[in-house]
């Protein structure tokens, strides 16, 4: 059972950047495609993005584009969530997901990991 504890949440003004890892255990990294979601306090989880096995492929949401960036290193076991130009909204708890098909990720379904805390303060 692949095992995902994500990292590098905290406290952000507006308008400056974090940077999010996702490292996996308990599977063959490789196979899995990854994504990132998050979730606000009294809304429920939304996209963010996500990422293929190969890395080729990727899926944004329409507020983070631009702004935030996925990649993957598959010699690390580790997925990365670039934020830049943070905003007080972007304010969640992040949370990695993981399986083998890209559309399942997307779809919000799969593997979970604990959520790390991001908030931008304005």
């Known amino acids: 059972q692949v095992r995902l504890v994500e990292s590098g949440g905290g406290l952000v003004q507006a308008g400056g950047s974090l940077r999010l890892s996702c490292a996996a255990s308990?599977?063959?990294?490789?196979?899995?495609?990854y994504g990132w979601f998050r979730q606000a306090p009294g809304k429920e989880r939304e996209f963010v993005v996500a990422?293929?096995?190969?890395?080729?492929?990727?899926d944004y949401a329409d507020s983070v584009k631009g702004r935030f960036t996925i990649s993957r290193d598959n010699r690390k076991n580790t997925v990365y969530l670039q934020m830049n130009s943070l905003k007080p909204e972007d304010t969640a708890v992040y949370t990695c997901?993981?399986?083998?098909?890209?559309?399942?990720?997307?779809?919000?379904?799969?593997?979970w990991g604990q959520g790390t805390q991001v908030t931008v303060s304005s």
């Open positions: 997901a993981a399986h083998y098909s890209l559309n399942t990720v997307v779809s919000g379904n799969g593997y």
């Open positions: 990422i293929s096995q190969s890395g080729s492929s990727t």
């Open positions: 308990g599977r063959t990294f490789s196979n899995d495609a």
